[in-house]
C-alpha cells in the first residue's frame, strides 16, 4: 500500500524551511527519501531505520518515528538547487518478497524562488 | 563508474507495435527493478529481479509487458502491442543486495509516447 505524503507541493523563498511527511499504514523497516528534478532520474538522498533515527545530509535531515509509521524530510534555509519532487519509498516489516521492496508515495513537488 | 544506462532515452510509437526497453544495471548490482512513472499512479514498481531470475512480477500490468534478464548486465522491458495507456516514463534501477537498507540506483529513464 502507497504511503502518503504530505503537503503535495510547496512553494519557498531562498533561506526559508520546510517539512514534507510520509505515512504508512504498515509497519516499516525503513523509509527511502529520494529528490527528482524534472525530466531526471529520482536521486537518494537517505535512508532512515526502524529505531527513531535522524539523519542528516547538508541542510537536508531527516527522522523517523516507527510507532506512528511515520518520517518527516526537513530542509533547512532553502537554495535554489532543493526545487524538484520529493518521494519518500517506504520498505515494510515484513519478509517474503516484499523484504527490501520499495513503495513509493506519490511525491511533494518543492519550488524554490529567488 | 557509470550509472545504470537505459535505452532509448525516448521512444514514440503507435498504438499496436512493439516496444522494447533496454536497461544496463551497475556493474556487481544483483538485483535490477523496472518502475513506470505516471502522473496518475506516481512511481510504481513493475518488476524486479535477483541474479537475472525474476523475484516478483506482481505489478506487471497485464500479458502485453514481459521482462527478461538473460545476463547480469543487461535486461529488457517488452510491451507487445503497445497502447496510449502505457505512455509513461519508465525507470530502471538496480541496487547491491535487497535489504531494507540497500540503496537503489535509478536510471534515466526511458519516455515512451504510444500514439
Known amino acids: 500500500q502507497q504511503p502518503v505524503q504530505s503537503p503535495q507541493a510547496v512553494i519557498l523563498r531562498e533561506g526559508e524551511d520546510a517539512v514534507i511527511n510520509c505515512s504508512s499504514s504498515k509497519a516499516l523497516y525503513s523509509v527511502h527519501w529520494y529528490r527528482q528534478k524534472h525530466g531526471e532520474a529520482p536521486v537518494f538522498l537517505m535512508i532512515l531505520l526502524k529505531g527513531g533515527e535522524q539523519k542528516g545530509h547538508e541542510k537536508i535531515s531527516a527522522s523517523f518515528n516507527e510507532k506512528k509509521q511515520q518520517s518527516s524530510l526537513y530542509l533547512t534555509a532553502s537554495q535554489l538547487s532543493y526545487s524538484g519532487t520529493y518521494f519518500c519509498g517506504t520498505v515494510p516489516n515484513a519478509g517474503g518478497t516484499s523484504y527490501g521492496k520499495l513503495t513509493f508515495g506519490q511525491g511533494t513537488i518543492l519550488t524554490v524562488h529567488p | 563508474d557509470a550509472g545504470v544506462i537505459q535505452s532509448p532515452r525516448h521512444e514514440v510509437t503507435e498504438m499496436g507495435q512493439e516496444v522494447t526497453l533496454r536497461c544496463k544495471p551497475i556493474s556487481g548490482h544483483d538485483y535490477l527493478f523496472w518502475y513506470r512513472q505516471t502522473m496518475m499512479r506516481g512511481l510504481e514498481l513493475l518488476i524486479y529481479f535477483n541474479n537475472n531470475v525474476p523475484i516478483d512480477d506482481s505489478g506487471m500490468p497485464e500479458d502485453r509487458f514481459s521482462a527478461k534478464m538473460p545476463n547480469a548486465s543487461f535486461s529488457t522491458l517488452k510491451i507487445q502491442p503497445s497502447e496510449p495507456r502505457d505512455s509513461a516514463v519508465y525507470f530502471c534501477?538496480?541496487?547491491?543486495?535487497?535489504?531494507?537498507?540497500?540503496?537503489?540506483?535509478f536510471g534515466p529513464g526511458t519516455r515512451l509516447t504510444v500514439l
Open positions: 534501477a538496480s541496487s547491491f543486495g535487497q535489504r531494507p537498507t540497500d540503496t537503489q540506483y
